[in-house]
């Protein structure tokens, strides 16, 4: 849908009539609002806008889905007010207003962006939230294998409606499940099925999005190249997703899961190394991540645990003949396992105590308190030697809180090709890791825990991807390169742009430039169109 004739001059009008020299917040918002009511033929009630003169309400939509305290400190800048549009047609105003207005724009779906992107911009103000919160409908259709799901539902509800409907469907994406399914899947969206169905991303039929023209398009009306470029180009680079289609997969009744504890003293480093050989060439029902911190050992002094946390598709008897055959050393023995049904798992992954029900994902909640943290991403292609592990052990002995996350790859994964998606780690890739460092003091300890995460970023440099280094564009980390503010140069955005995409980079560059030459949708580290002027 193209704006009407009608409603081009209706704004020109309007644009005449409005004062540019003095833009404040109400200022701004008022000619928002009086944009609205030009294209939206339902009115938007006054409950839908938020903004900083209400500081309470402000405050409490601003934080509700905002996982990184880091960004909602004082000192972070604020949007001019925040719109939670009650319909996709409003979602589809808004954009064209924004455009017309020339304000910028921060989409927000499930708030779980590490660098803060959905509600700070940290390189250019003014700028507005558009919350999609309320566009959370759910069609699951069983018969035809497929849910059609809004872009503020979490991936924790999509899970539900799905068993509510078949306990032998599921779908293939996050394992927390708070998190919007929105921002989600436009990164990749990897989980604990990922070695047996493949991402998010590859699960993906269609979408409806609004584009910078303003248009709703479906993957139809898009064309494949736009179509591949949402599934995995990162969020808000291309258009706002309204909605996603996606393919529900089989799942057994009954699943296995299981959480095995190594500590240092218990030989860690030894089946560590050995999971390394191993986790990316088991059973494809079976992944077995590893979750790495640290605690107060036996005898009171400090040290490192590896939990290997996993799901097997299918029942415990077989997980054990699958693990005695491939993985005996870590002595995984049937009073580990728990049998259970797909979705309960999916709590058990998550990390939820075993007396909470399925219906609390219903809530959307996160499970943990929310911290200060700084995230960063690694693919490993070769194991780590031993002597190089006890060199993290060292470091995470020095530091608070740190924890990595090593999730394995193979199976489905290394069979579907670099460029299917923009999401390029695929074949060779043995596992992923995520390093992950946390406070709860503030802005005053920040410096501190980041120059830890960056010393060991360094220390890890030779034994994981090198030329591009590769990283996870859903663990957005803007210390690998940053757009500069209202000016976006292909080669500095290469920089980043090859760590998260490798070669998939330059098509994303390329259909960037045909959907959104004006650059409309960006942010830090969207991705650039060609020849930009501004
Ligand atoms: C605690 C935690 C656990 C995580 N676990 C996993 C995991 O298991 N697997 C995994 O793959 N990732 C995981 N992630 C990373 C997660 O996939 C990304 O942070 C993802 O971007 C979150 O989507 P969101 O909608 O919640 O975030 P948001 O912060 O709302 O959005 C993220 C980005 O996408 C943009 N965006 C949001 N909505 C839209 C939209 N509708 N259209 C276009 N652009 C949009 C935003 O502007 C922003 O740039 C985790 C993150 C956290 C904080
Ligand atoms: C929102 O978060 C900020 C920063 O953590 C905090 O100061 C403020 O009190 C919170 N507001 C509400 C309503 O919870
Ligand atoms: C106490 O802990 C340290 C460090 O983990 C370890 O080297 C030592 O062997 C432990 N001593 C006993 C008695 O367990
Ligand atoms: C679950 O158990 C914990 C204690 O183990 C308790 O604090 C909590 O209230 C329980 N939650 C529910 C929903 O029963």
């Given at each position: 849908m193209r704006f009407s004739s009608n409603f081009i001059v209706l704004v020109s009008v309007f644009l005449l009539s409005v004062s540019w020299a003095t833009p404040t917040p109400t200022a701004t918002l008022q000619s928002f609002k009086q944009c609205l009511s030009f294209n939206s033929r339902i009115s938007v009630p006054s409950s839908s806008f938020y903004t900083p003169y209400n500081p309470s309400s402000f405050s409490r939509i601003l934080n509700s889905?905002?996982?990184?305290?880091?960004?909602?400190?004082p000192s972070k800048p604020k949007p001019e007010f925040i719109f939670t549009p009650?319909?996709?047609p409003q979602v589809q105003a808004a954009v064209i207003c924004c455009k017309i207005l020339g304000i910028h724009l921060r989409v927000r779906s499930g708030g779980h962006d590490y660098e803060g992107l959905s509600y700070v911009s940290g390189i250019e103000t003014p700028f507005v939230i558009v919350d999609l919160a309320n566009l959370r409908s759910i069609t699951v259709n069983i018969q035809k294998n497929n849910a059609w799901v809004q872009a503020g539902a979490t991936v924790g509800e999509v899970y539900y409606r799905i068993a509510q409907k078949s306990k032998v469907h599921g779908f293939p994406a996050g394992l927390c499940t708070s998190?919007?399914?929105?921002?989600?899947?436009?990164?990749?969206?990897?989980?604990?099925?990922?070695?047996?169905y493949g991402l998010g991303v590859d699960?993906?039929?269609d979408a409806r999005i609004v584009d910078a023209n303003g248009r709703?398009?479906?993957?139809?009306?898009?064309g494949e190249d736009l179509f591949w470029a949402i599934r995995g180009g990162g969020g808000a680079s291309f258009g706002v997703i309204l909605a996603w289609k996606i393919k529900l997969v089989p799942v057994p009744e009954?699943?296995?899961?299981?959480?095995?504890?190594?500590?240092?003293?218990?030989?860690?480093?030894?089946?560590?190394?050995?999971?390394?050989?191993?986790?990316?060439?088991l059973d494809e029902n079976l992944f077995i991540r590893v979750i790495i911190q640290t605690s107060a050992g036996q005898n009171g002094t400090r040290t490192v645990t590896t939990s290997y946390n996993a799901l097997f598709l299918g029942g415990?008897?077989?997980?054990?003949?699958?693990?005695?055959?491939?993985?005996?050393?870590?002595g995984l023995s049937r009073k580990d396992c728990i049998e259970t049904s797909w979705i309960n798992s999916v709590l058990y992954i998550a990390g939820y105590p075993s007396n909470i029900t399925a219906e609390f994902l219903l809530q959307g909640k996160p499970l943990l308190p929310k911290v200060y943290f700084k995230a960063k991403s690694d693919f490993v292609k070769e194991p780590i030697p031993e002597a190089a592990l006890e060199g993290i052990w060292k470091s995470f002995l020095q530091e608070d809180i740190p924890l990595t996350i090593w999730t394995p790859y193979g199976g489905m994964m290394s069979r579907i090709s670099e460029s299917a998606t923009p999401f390029?780690?695929?074949?060779?890739?043995?596992?992923?890791?995520?390093?992950?460092?946390?406070?709860?003091?503030g802005e005053k300890s920040e410096k501190k825990h980041i120059n830890w995460m960056r010393k060991l970023y360094k220390y890890m440099a030779p034994y994981v991807s090198q030329s591009p280094r590769e990283a996870y564009v859903n663990y957005r980390d803007l210390e690998l390169g940053m757009n500069k503010k209202r000016s976006t140069s292909y080669s500095q955005a290469k920089v980043w742009g090859e760590k998260y995409f490798k070669d998939n980079f330059n098509r994303l560059v390329r259909v960037k430039t045909i959907f959104d030459p004006e650059n409309f949708f960006r942010h830090e580290q969207s991705i650039p169109p060609l020849r930009f002027y501004r």
């Open positions: 889905t905002a996982q990184n305290l880091r960004y909602l400190e009650l319909s996709e998190l919007g399914i929105g921002g989600h899947i436009t990164g990749g969206a990897y989980g604990s099925m990922m070695r047996k699960n993906v039929l709703i398009l479906d993957r139809a009306a898009m009954t699943v296995t899961v299981f959480t095995v504890t190594k500590s240092l003293e218990q030989g860690a480093t030894k089946i560590l190394y050995r999971w390394q050989q191993v986790a990316d060439k415990a008897n077989r997980l054990l003949r699958v693990m005695k055959k491939s993985f005996p050393e870590l390029p780690h695929r074949k060779g890739t043995l596992f992923k890791i995520q390093y992950v460092t946390a406070w709860v003091d």
